[in-house]
Every structure is written in C-alpha cells, then in structure tokens.
C-alpha cells in the first residue's frame, strides 16, 4: 500500500513540475511564484494544477479566478443536480432508449434481442450505424456496412466482437454539417431544470476525426458555429468559416421538453443528429465536461452561482 502511494505521489510530482514548466514558459514569472501561486489556488479557489495551466490562471485577478467552476466544485455540485435512484437511466442506453422510444422517429435495437432473420432484414439497407450500450454515442459509435463482409452473419458476429450492441440504419447528415464532416456530426445541448423553468446553458458540436473527437462551441443567440475547433485534448484544430446551425430553434425546444420529462436529473447533455429536416435524440448524458463552464463572461453558462448557493 505505501508503495502504491508513493508511485502515485511521485507521480504527481512530475505532472506538478511539468505544469509548472508549461506556465513559465508562457508568463514572465518565476518557478516558486508559480508554485506558490498554484498552491494558493488549490485552496482558495479549489482548482488542481491541471485545471490552473488550462485556464491560465496565472493571467486571471482574483475576481475572475473565483468565477471557475473547477473539477472539485463541479464534483460537490453533482449531489444537489441529480437523482442517484435514477442516474442509470442515462448510464444504461438501453433504459435511455426504452425511455424515449416515442420521440426517437427511428427504431433501435439492441443486437441480441434480433433473430438471424431480423437482422438479416435490417441489413438491406446497407450500412448500420452501432454503439455500444453504456458510453456516449460520439465516443462509441462505429458504422458497418454489409459490402464489406461475405455475409450479414459475419457482420453480426463483427459487430458483437466490437460489443456495439446498439444497431440502425444508417442515415446521412443535414447537408449543412457536410461542410464540417462528412460522417455524422452530434448537436450537445445542455439543459438545467429547477421548479420554475428549463434553461440551456450550452451548446456544442462534435465529430470523429480519425481517433480524436473534435469539438466546437456554439453561439446560441445565433445559431452558429464558433470559428474555432479543437480536439480531445484541447488543441486548435482547425479554424471554420461561419456555420450557422440548420433548424437549431427546434433542437432547442425539443431539449427543453426531454429535460421537463426527465426533471429528476437536472443537468443533462442531450446529443441530436439532424438528417434532413428531422432532428433525432442520439443520446443523453450527464455532463461530466465542466470545461465547458468555463467560458469568457459573454457565454459563461453560470453554474457557478449554482454552486454558490450550496457553499
């Protein structure tokens, strides 16, 4: 046990010191100011060094430092956001999809509940989007397509290799996020319920590019993309012309609506595809993301005063 904890202290340690090395390259300040300054941090403002490289608070006054939402205030928060007795219904997609089944417009099944014959019916259409049962769509999704396989039985035996039990036919973007991906892009929208109204408190997009997931913020009073994309790790991606967001009214109307029906758990990111003009429920998760709360105070989402009241 007390070799564990040393690995793990010594660990630490080399992260800190890197970190360290990350920001002084990047202000004029010492190396015992800013380890100082970050252990300063971690008490008064509850963030780790990880977080304090990211949100480069080394350039921050104390009143915009007090306004981040950090991973530990994020995590005291979670217990007054959700009902623990239902969380599972977001954990479990086969319960989310069960759930939902009126508003998904598309059938979904799960692989093991499909005879050879059903499947093999589903299989003419060609292409299967699949996913697995207990991750988020965008991270688990994977399309099959029946010309690659001498036979639909190989493509299932495939697809259950791949524990992507989650099966249906595969359908196309709206021609607009084309522009973006040509595999299918995710619309998150964040909702917060209380006992007076459903708010969303944020946009994004996101897309497989390769092995990374690609992301961007969106403008919600004006339905566009951000310029700016950025992969998993929060590197710039790359920089996009202005995208505005077909039919985006109505995902946030129909966001509002699933977070009324779904008001034990009051925040959920609610993931959409758009195929045509029909917009389709993908998936729905907690959102474990707090990064996306810290934005610059003309689309901060405010969770912070949410936090404030429970101090």
């Not at 089944?101 to 019916?121: G, H, M, P, Q, W």
């Not at 907690?286 to 936090?307: E, T």
Request: net charge positive; with cysteine.
């Amino acid at each position: 046990m007390l070799k564990k904890y040393y690995k793990s202290f010594k660990s630490n340690l080399k992260k800190l010191h890197k970190n360290i090395l990350l920001v002084k390259s990047k202000c004029n300040k010492n190396y015992v100011f800013i380890l100082f300054d970050m252990l300063y941090s971690t008490i008064r403002y509850e963030v780790n060094d990880e977080e304090y490289k990211l949100f480069e608070f080394y350039n921050l006054d104390k009143n915009k430092k007090n306004t981040y939402l950090t991973s530990y205030r994020h995590d005291k928060l979670e217990k007054h956001l959700y009902d623990k007795s239902i969380i599972n219904i977001l954990n479990n997609k086969n319960k989310l999809l069960l759930r939902f089944k009126d508003v998904l417009k598309r059938d979904v099944y799960n692989i093991n509940d499909l005879s050879f014959k059903e499947f093999e019916e589903l299989a003419k259409s060609g292409k299967l989007i699949c996913r697995g049962d207990n991750n988020s769509f965008v991270k688990t999704y994977k399309i099959f397509d029946v010309k690659n396989y001498r036979s639909p039985a190989f493509m299932a035996e495939d697809i259950k290799k791949s524990k992507l039990f989650l099966v249906e036919k595969y359908f196309e973007n709206n021609k607009t996020l084309n522009e973006l991906n040509s595999d299918l892009v995710i619309i998150n929208v964040v909702t917060l319920y209380d006992k007076r109204n459903t708010n969303v408190i944020s946009s994004t997009i996101k897309f497989k590019n390769g092995k990374n997931i690609i992301s961007g913020y969106i403008d919600i009073k004006n339905k566009v993309i951000l310029s700016i994309l950025k992969d998993e790790k929060f590197n710039d991606y790359k920089k996009i012309d202005e995208i505005k967001i077909p039919y985006f009214d109505k995902i946030l109307d129909f966001s509002i609506k699933l977070a009324d029906e779904l008001s034990e758990i009051k925040e959920i990111e609610w993931s959409f595809c758009i195929n045509g003009k029909n917009i389709y429920l993908m998936d729905a998760n907690i959102w474990n993301d707090y990064i996306f709360a810290q934005l610059p105070n003309y689309r901060k989402v405010g969770l912070i005063k949410y936090y404030n009241k429970i101090k």
